[in-house]
C-alpha cells in the first residue's frame, strides 16, 4: 500500500519499536494516531509527528472499541495498524522452592499479549473492512509483536512463549480469515532490541544476552525494526507469516 495519505494507529507508539515505526510512516506522508498507556511519552511523541495521543490500556478490552473509533474517527479512516504493547514475566513452571508458577501471573501475560492482540486486531479489521480496497483490492495491514522467545523459549519464560506463540500461530488464521476483505495481517518476532522495555539491561548483560547472534552481536535497534513493518506495509505479497528480527540469533535455553 502507498505510505503517502494513509493512516496508521500505532498501539505502544510512545516508545521503542512502535515509537520507530510510527516516526518513519509520518515521514513518508502518513497520518499517525499514537495509543498507549496514560503515563507515557504518547503526547509529545505524537505531537512531535503531527498527529494525537489517544491514552488507552489494551487490557480493557471493551475500553479500547471507544478508543480506537475516536482516533480512526479523527484520522477519517484506518489502512495500518501495528502494536507492540506486551510483556513478560520470569517465573519456571515449577520454581526452585518447588512452588508452582502462579497461574495468575500465566493468565495475565497471555490477556496482556495475545487476548488483547486478539481484540485490537479484531476492531481495526471491522474499520478497516469499510475501506474503499486500492487498485490492488487492498484495504489494510495490521502488524503484531511476537518475540523469537516463541520459538525458542528461555527457562522462565513459559507464560510469555505460551502468548507470544499464539499471536505467531493466529497470524496466518487471521490473514485467511481476512483476505476476503483484502486485509493483511502479519506478525515480526524480534530478538533482544534496544528500548524501553530493555532499557534496565546494562551493557554486560546485553552482550551476553546477544553473544549467540550469528551477526551483528548486538541488540537490535527500533528503526531495524521499523524498516521491517515499513516494508510489509508496503509489499501486497507480505501475508500471514511471522519474521524473525534477529541477527540469526537462536535463544539458548538460560
Ligand atoms: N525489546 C525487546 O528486546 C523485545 C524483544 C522481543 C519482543 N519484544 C516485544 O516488543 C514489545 C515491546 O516493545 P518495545 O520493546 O519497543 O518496548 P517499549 O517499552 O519501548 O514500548 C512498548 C510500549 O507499549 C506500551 N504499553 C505497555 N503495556 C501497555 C498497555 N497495557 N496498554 C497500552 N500500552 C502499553 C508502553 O507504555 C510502551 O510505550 C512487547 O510486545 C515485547 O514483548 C520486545
Not at 117 to 135: D, G, K, V
Amino acid at each position: 500500500m502507498e505510505i503517502a495519505g494513509s493512516s496508521g494507529l500505532f498501539v505502544g507508539g510512545a516508545s521503542g519499536m512502535c515509537r520507530a515505526t510510527a516516526t518513519k510512516f509520518a515521514e513518508r506522508g502518513g497520518n499517525v494516531a499514537i495509543l498507549d498507556l496514560e503515563q507515557s511519552e504518547g503526547a509529545s511523541v505524537a505531537e512531535s509527528l503531527g498527529g494525537k495521543f489517544y491514552p488507552c490500556n489494551v487490557m480493557d478490552y471493551d475500553g479500547m472499541e471507544a478508543v480506537m473509533a475516536s482516533a480512526i474517527g479523527d484520522l477519517g479512516s484506518l489502512h495500518f495498524m501495528v502494536n507492540t504493547a506486551g510483556g513478560g514475566v520470569a517465573q519456571r513452571t515449577i520454581k526452585k522452592d518447588g512452588t508452582r508458577h502462579a497461574l495468575s501471573d500465566f493468565r495475565r501475560i497471555i490477556d496482556l499479549n495475545l487476548i488483547a492482540s486478539f481484540n485490537i486486531n479484531s476492531i481495526a479489521a471491522q474499520h478497516m473492512a469499510t475501506n474503499e480496497p486500492n487498485a490492488d483490492g487492498e484495504r489494510g495491514v495490521m502488524i503484531n509483536t511476537a518475540s523469537i522467545a516463541a520459538f525458542e523459549g528461555q527457562i522462565g519464560q513459559v507464560a510469555y512463549t505460551a502468548a507470544k506463540g499464539g499471536i505467531a500461530a493466529m497470524t496466518l488464521t487471521m490473514a485467511r480469515d481476512l483476505g476476503t476483505h483484502g486485509i493483511r495481517c502479519m506478525t515480526i518476532a524480534p530478538s533482544l532490541f534496544d528500548t524501553g522495555l530493555t532499557a534496565g539491561i546494562p551493557d554486560e548483560g546485553a552482550l551476553q544476552l546477544t553473544k549467540d547472534a550469528a551477526f551483528p552481536k548486538r541488540m537490535g535497534r527500533p528503526q531495524e525494526f521499523a524498516v521491517m513493518a515499513i516494508a510489509i506495509f508496503e509489499s501486497a505479497m507480505m501475508n500471514g507469516s511471522t519474521l524473525r528480527v534477529d541477527g540469526g540469533q537462536r535463544f539458548a535455553p538460560r
